[in-house]
């Protein structure tokens, strides 16, 4: 196998062109894709989930790194095999109804691409009827509802309820998060995990659909 | 004497004219190319008719002559009454009044000194401690109780606050009817409609959201604010890095766009409706993703609105008093009176957030109690030095002479009472060796004015038209 530590070095560098002409390389000099893919990039952004976790690398940084990793991916799908190039789970997200905020919903979102999902993000103020007719449509496998204020966590209990009645529970798995919300709530309305923050959420989306 | 007729009271600036020029010209380059998304038909209706451009997704370009324009019609200042009519906070030149949230997701409980949920009884307690501080003069309801029905706690909040203390209120209704509620609730207090615009009682607080969306909910009530002259605070929540940009002059000047996007609006509306200006402008923690409560970007950006406001000749709409820590400690007393400091230098006319814990999800009557001294400690400091005959006393250091001294002087008798003399902090005597437990000591003050503070009864009338006009709402 070719030696995949540089592309590993040069992901950590955050440099996107360096990072695309050192893949296209190993490419042209016969490495498997799938070889580049794991022992290259995934590689990578784990050691870059590492940092985050120890604090020597700040969000800015490991979203420009998953921003490079999936221009990377999208040069070596053409050599990937069928089932490695699908999306590690897809995940409809949003603020529900009612709520505004969406600064650490959108930075969950972000971090569960870097981490290899397809993630739908409804936006903001998103009733119960539209998470539905998403998860129908789009046959996610995750549903995470962000809420900021007290006055709005009923509206998590709401929304997993319709998603209930319409015959589509067993479908997903739901998460929740925010600042108001807990652990204890989350449990409470019946939802399958809670996350304090957008590097434990990514985290325990993969939990969810491993 | 000549000098004091010079008389500098303390001020610091940190943006020089011509650099608040480029700021400014700036945010109307950002209203005129990046644009605005309006999400009010109204608000977009009323800028298309006076020359703004208006696309169809909602995006509204801005012209710099109704930015001009707005600036021209908008008062330099406005005044706050408290519940008895007296116009004791004077939004202008010169004067810093503060603010606290009284209601949040948490409460320090003052009995066990542990967190838990805040509810309903808790804001007739806040309310008891706000009345009896010296320096918080305007209170701040956010609309929390975990016990109460989401839709009316703001108004039972705003009741209780309206009963139990008597400095001005602010607040965040939840929609515009509830702020059309909330109106006529202030009108009882002030004694009628035009009394309520004459001497306002209560004020609004609304938010853009960054970068450069305004909500439908909050222009409309931006609106109604403006029609019924109910003075309104719009800030936006800037965040440095995550909803603006990382760099300081361009977080301001987007920040301002969006102030400026709102006050065009709100005077277009009724020109010459009082507005305050200002901002949280912040930075994302690059770690935690939290938003930055305490540090030197938030205090350097507030103190540059604030430039900016003065500049214009605006009002200003601090923040300060509030940390990022999760209990009054070492770290919080540190932000707390550095930020309540600067606040004052910078001019800030209302400086919000005080005593705010946690990501402003808990407050504390004891860490109330401890930004009233800090506030008392800093507004000794803002008088800064009168120089006259009597205060330079040449004669009085002639007679002491070299060598002398003078506590026996009369001079010394005369004037020592304006000392700044601490009322919760100590200055225990050398050879004390017991530190002293400020925390346990204001806990205990706090348990003193719950137990033995009476706050004057609001007149009955007044409490009889609350009860009537009540049914209307509490059913809601
Ligand atoms: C910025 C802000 C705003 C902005 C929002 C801009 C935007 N685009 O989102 C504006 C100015 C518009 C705003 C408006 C209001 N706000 Co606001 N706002 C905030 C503030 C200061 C920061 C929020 C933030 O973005 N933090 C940074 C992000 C990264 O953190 P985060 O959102 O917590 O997300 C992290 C985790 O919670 C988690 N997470 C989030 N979502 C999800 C979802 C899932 C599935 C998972 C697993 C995890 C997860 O991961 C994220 C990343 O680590 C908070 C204070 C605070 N400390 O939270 C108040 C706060 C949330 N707002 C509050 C309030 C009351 C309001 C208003 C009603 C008016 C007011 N009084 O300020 C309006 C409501 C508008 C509406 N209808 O929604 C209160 C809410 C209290 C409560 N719980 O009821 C707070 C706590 C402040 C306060 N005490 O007054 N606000």
């Not at chain 1, 490495?31 to 870059?48: C, F, H, R």
């Not at chain 1, 652990?183 to 923050?197: N, S």
């Not at chain 2, 009010?40 to 002559?65: K, Q, W």
């Not at chain 2, 305050?276 to 939290?290: E, I, R, W």
Request: hydrophobic fraction near 45%; glycine fraction near 8%; charge should be negative.
């Amino acid at each position: 196998m070719a030696d995949l530590s540089k592309v590993v070095e040069i992901l950590l560098g955050g440099d996107k062109d360096k990072l695309i002409a050192e893949v296209q390389a190993n490419l042209n000099g016969g490495a498997d894709g799938k070889d580049i893919l794991n022992e290259g990039l995934i590689k990578g952004m784990d050691i870059v989930g590492e940092k985050m976790e120890s604090g020597d690398m700040f969000i800015p940084e490991v979203l420009n790194c998953a921003m490079n990793m999936s221009a990377a991916v999208e040069i070596l799908k053409p050599h990937l095999p069928e089932e490695s190039g699908s999306a590690k789970g897809k995940v409809v997200i949003g603020t529900v109804k009612g709520d505004l905020h969406d600064i650490g919903k959108n930075l969950v979102a972000m971090m569960m691409e870097s981490a290899g999902m397809t993630v739908i993000n409804l936006g903001v103020d998103i009733a119960p009827e539209q998470f539905v007719a998403k998860i129908k449509e789009s046959g996610a496998q995750i549903v995470a509802l962000s809420a900021l204020l007290t006055t709005t966590m009923a509206m998590m209990k709401k929304t997993i309820d319709a998603i209930s009645e319409s015959g589509l529970r067993d479908q997903v798995k739901i998460m929740i998060g925010g600042a108001p919300v807990n652990q204890d709530f989350a449990e409470q309305i019946g939802a399958d995990g809670y996350a304090p923050d957008a590097g434990s959420a990514a985290r325990l989306a993969k939990e969810l659909v491993a | 004497m000549f000098a004091n007729f010079t008389q500098i009271t303390p001020r610091m600036r940190v943006l020089s004219d011509s650099q608040i020029k480029e700021i400014h010209l700036g945010a109307c380059d950002i209203l005129e190319r990046t644009g605005s998304l309006i999400h009010n038909e109204e608000a977009r209706n009323l800028l298309y008719s006076h020359g703004a451009v208006v696309e169809n997704n909602g995006l509204v370009r801005i012209p710099s002559y109704l930015v001009d324009r707005a600036l021209n019609t908008v008062p330099e200042r406005f005044v706050l009454c408290d519940r008895d009519g007296n116009r004791a906070y004077r939004m202008e030149t010169g004067k810093t009044h503060f603010s606290p949230l009284v209601d949040n997701i948490d409460i320090i409980d003052p009995q066990t000194r542990q967190r838990r949920k805040f509810v309903a009884a808790d804001a007739a307690r806040m309310a008891k401690i706000m009345d009896y501080t010296r320096h918080m003069d305007v209170v701040q309801v956010g609309a929390f109780a975990a016990d109460l029905p989401p839709e009316i706690v703001d108004r039972v909040n705003i009741r209780e606050m309206m009963l139990h203390q008597r400095k001005a209120i602010s607040f965040s209704p939840s929609g515009p009817d509830a702020l059309l509620d909330v109106i006529e609730m202030a009108s009882i207090i002030a004694g009628g409609r035009e009394q309520l615009k004459m001497n306002p009682y209560m004020m609004k607080l609304g938010e853009p959201i960054s970068p450069l969306v305004h909500d439908d909910h909050a222009i409309k009530e931006l609106m109604i604010c403006a029609e019924h002259r109910m003075p309104i605070v719009y800030y936006p929540i800037p965040m440095g890095g995550a909803t603006a940009p990382a760099t300081s002059a361009g977080l301001l000047a987007q920040s301002h766009a969006e102030s400026l996007a709102g006050l065009v609006i709100h005077q277009l509306t009724n020109p010459g409706a009082p507005f305050l200006y200002g901002g949280v402008a912040t930075v994302m923690d690059m770690k935690s993703t939290v938003c930055v409560y305490g540090g030197p970007e938030l205090y350097l950006q507030c103190a540059a609105l604030s430039d900016i406001a003065t500049y214009f000749h605006l009002p200003f709409w601090g923040t300060a008093g509030c940390t990022d820590t999760k209990a009054l400690d070492t770290q919080g007393a540190a932000e707390i009176g550095m930020s309540c400091l600067l606040a004052v230098l910078t001019g800030a006319n209302l400086v919000h957030d005080v005593a705010l814990l946690d990501q402003a999800s808990l407050v504390d009557p004891t860490t109330v109690l401890f930004c009233d001294e800090v506030i008392d400690h800093v507004k000794h400091f803002m008088r800064g030095i009168q120089v006259t005959d009597e205060t330079l006393a040449i004669d009085v250091i002639d007679s002491v002479g070299a060598g002398g001294n003078y506590l026996i002087q009369k001079h010394t008798l005369q004037n020592f009472r304006s000392f700044w003399q601490p009322t919760y902090f100590t200055r225990p005597a050398m050879g004390v060796s017991e530190a002293h437990d400020l925390i346990k000591a204001l806990n205990e003050k706090v348990i003193d004015i719950e137990e033995n503070y009476e706050v004057p009864p609001l007149d009955p009338d007044k409490v009889a038209a609350l009860q009537e006009l009540e049914k209307k709402w509490l059913k809601g």
